[in-house]
Nanobody, 127 residues
Framework: QVAVEESGGGLVQAGGSLRLSCTGS????????VGWFRQAPGKEREGVLC?????????YYGDSVKGRVTFSRDNAKNTLYLQIDSLKPEDTATYYC???????????????????WGQGTQVTVSS
């Protein structure tokens, strides 16, 4: 059964950095795209990052995090890491990763049907 799980959230001061992990099972991130999203209380879900399959394809960044987000992979662990630098209080949200049977990210990635979602990890940024 396909599953994804996030970890790495926590409380961090503004200006700091955080690295979140997304680990998949029964579906390889080598072959399929991974999306990161976040949702703050009372706000709509927002796209943070979309990473295409490992062999190629485009990467997309959410406007509110552009320039502050990087990603990396641990292929042996089927894990994709999201690092956010220069954190701001407005980055406070629950962060989710998602995947599905789509290998590439495109311009409308935030509107895709993502088949598999994690439970989320909470990120709180204090001012």
């Amino acid at each position: 059964q396909v599953a994804v799980e996030e970890s790495g959230g926590g409380l961090v001061q503004a200006g700091g950095s955080l690295r979140l992990s997304c680990t998949g099972s029964e579906l390889s991130f080598d072959d399929y795209a991974v999306g990161w999203f976040r949702q703050a209380p009372g706000k709509e879900r927002e796209g943070v990052l979309c990473v295409s399959r490992r062999s190629g394809g485009s990467t997309y960044y959410g406007d509110s995090v552009k320039g502050r987000v990087t990603f990396s992979r641990d292929n042996a662990k089927n894990t994709l890491y999201l690092q956010i630098d220069s954190l701001k209080p407005e980055d406070t949200a629950t962060y989710y990763c998602a995947t599905g049977l789509r290998p590439y990210c495109g311009g409308s990635w935030t509107l895709y049907t993502w088949d598999y979602w994690g439970q989320g990890t909470q990120v709180t940024v204090s001012s």
